[in-house]
Antibody, heavy 122, light 106 residues
Framework: QVQLQESGPGLVKPSQTLSLTCTVS??????????WNWIRQPAGKGLQWIGR???????NYNPSLKSPVTMSVDTSKNQFSLKLSSVTAADTAVYYC??????????????WGQGTLVTVSS | SFDLTQPPSTSVSPGQTASITCSGD??????ACWYQQKPGQSPVLVIY???KRPSGIPERFSGSNSGNTATLTISGTQPMDEADYYC?????????FGGGTTLTVL
């Protein structure tokens, strides 16, 4: 059973960089045709897809995000990470890491971490 | 940009059928997924590829997708199905979620 666990600071100051890491256990991050997502959810609101990274290093980001995004993978540690620059209070949310896979043209997201709350405040 | 629209809320009596819609331009040309999220929990995939159920998801959950609308149907709704439901699709390489629908079972 694959498990994902987010880690990182719970408080970030405005204009600084939000950095989170997701540790994958129960399987190799490099095995299979998987991609690795970051998704966030402000309190009381809906889900917003931030982006995804493949173990090849290829990335796709949500073009609607105002803060610059960078994602990367460290296969030696079975981890992938998110960096969100120049954050504002609007970036306060629960951040989820999640695994997806593509098959038959469909690309569902099948495993999610428990989520970590990140607050942007001075 | 590609948007997915869901009704904010719906309600159903226990044992009845609940239907939750998700609308988007030519959504039927894409594959839709549905996620269930209970308070304080992470989302769970309940339908993928329009109408397929992951292992462990009860048969009462089904899905369809045609034209501009995808629909999640819960037959014989149980109190444990009370949750927020989100549709999701891919617009090229961008993931898009609907705004979510709160299902109340009363």
């Amino acid at each position: 059973q694959v498990q994902l666990q987010e880690s990182g600071p719970g408080l970030v100051k405005p204009s600084q960089t939000l950095s989170l890491t997701c540790t994958v256990s129960g399987g190799s991050i490099s095995s299979g045709s998987y991609y690795w997502n970051w998704i966030r959810q402000p309190a009381g609101k809906g889900l917003q897809w931030i982006g995804r990274v493949y173990t090849s290093g290829s990335t796709n980001y949500n073009p609607s995000l105002k803060s610059p995004v960078t994602m990367s993978v460290d296969t030696s540690k079975n981890q992938f990470s998110l960096k969100l620059s120049s954050v504002t209070a609007a970036d306060t949310a629960v951040y989820y890491c999640a695994r997806g896979y593509c098959s038959g043209g469909s690309c569902p997201i099948d495993y999610w971490g428990q989520g970590t709350l990140v607050t942007v405040s001075s | 940009s590609f948007d997915l629209t869901q009704p904010p809320s719906t309600s159903v009596s226990p044992g009845q059928t609940a239907s939750i819609t998700c609308s988007g331009d030519k959504l039927g040309d894409k594959f839709a997924c549905w996620y269930q999220q209970k308070p304080g929990q992470s989302p769970v995939l309940v339908i993928y590829q329009d109408n397929k159920r992951p292992s462990g998801i009860p048969e009462r959950f089904s899905g369809s997708n045609s034209g501009n609308t995808a629909t999640l149907t819960i037959s014989g709704t149980q109190p444990m199905d009370e949750a927020d439901y989100y549709c999701q699709a891919w617009d090229s390489a961008t993931g898009v979620f609907g705004g979510g629908t709160t299902l109340t079972v009363l």
